[in-house]
C-alpha cells in the first residue's frame, strides 16, 4: 500500500512540475529571478546514486538553492527529502563530513533539517532517528534535537495519513448483511 502511494504520489509531482514549470521559463519576464533548475532526470539520477555525498548535495543548494526557492519545490523538493534521509539512515558514519558543510554555511543546514519530512521513506526515517538518538557526534546536540524532532513530525504525518486512507477504503468497502 505505501509503495502504490509512494508511486502515485511521485507520478503527481511530476505531472505538476511538467505543467508549473513553463511558467517559471528563462525567456519570460522573471529572466534572471529563477535559476534555470537541472534537468529532471539529470536531477533524480544524481540524487538516487550511491556515489553521491553530502559535498555533492551541497553543491547543489550552492547552485541551485542558496538563494532562491525555485529549484527546491515538488518533485525537486521530494528528490532531497530523499537523498537526506537516505544518507543521514543509511551513511551516519559520514555525519561528521555535513556537520562541517552546515557549520561553514547555516543556510544549508536549515536545508539539511528542511528535508527530514515525510515524503522520505518511512522505515529509514525511523532508522534516522535512532541515529541521532543513540549515535549523536559530540557537540552537535542541537543538530541531533532538531533531526529527532523533524523525523518524529514526518513519522507522525505518515501515519495519521495511512490511517486516514486505511478508515477511508473501509468506509468505501461493501457492506455484507
Not at 522505515?123 to 523525523?151: K, V
Request: hydrophobic letters at 35%; charged letters at 25%.
Amino acid at each position: 500500500m505505501k509503495k502504490n502511494l509512494s508511486f502515485i504520489a511521485g507520478h503527481i509531482s511530476i505531472l505538476v512540475f511538467l505543467l508549473v514549470q513553463p511558467c517559471f521559463s528563462q525567456d519570460d519576464k522573471n529572466d534572471g529571478v529563477w535559476p534555470e533548475c537541472p534537468d529532471l532526470k539529470q536531477f533524480f539520477s544524481d540524487m538516487s546514486s550511491q556515489n553521491k555525498n553530502w559535498p555533492d548535495l551541497y553543491d547543489y543548494f550552492k547552485k541551485y538553492n542558496k538563494n532562491h526557492v525555485g529549484c527546491d519545490d515538488g518533485v525537486y523538493a521530494e528528490g532531497y527529502d530523499d537523498f537526506v534521509v537516505h544518507r543521514l539512515a543509511k551513511h551516519w558514519e559520514q555525519t561528521g563530513e555535513l556537520i562541517v558543510l552546515m557549520k561553514s554555511d547555516p543556510q544549508f543546514g536549515e536545508f539539511i533539517i528542511r528535508h527530514i519530512s515525510p515524503t522520505a521513506d518511512k522505515d529509514e526515517l525511523h532508522l534516522l532517528l535512532s541515529n541521532a538518538r543513540h549515535s549523536c557526534p559530540r557537540g552537535q546536540d542541537q543538530f541531533c534535537s532538531e533531526a529527532i524532532a523533524r523525523a518524529e513530525k514526518s513519522i507522525k504525518m505518515i501515519e495519521e495519513i495511512l490511517h486516514h486512507n486505511q478508515g477511508v477504503q473501509q468506509d468505501a468497502a461493501p457492506q455484507r448483511r
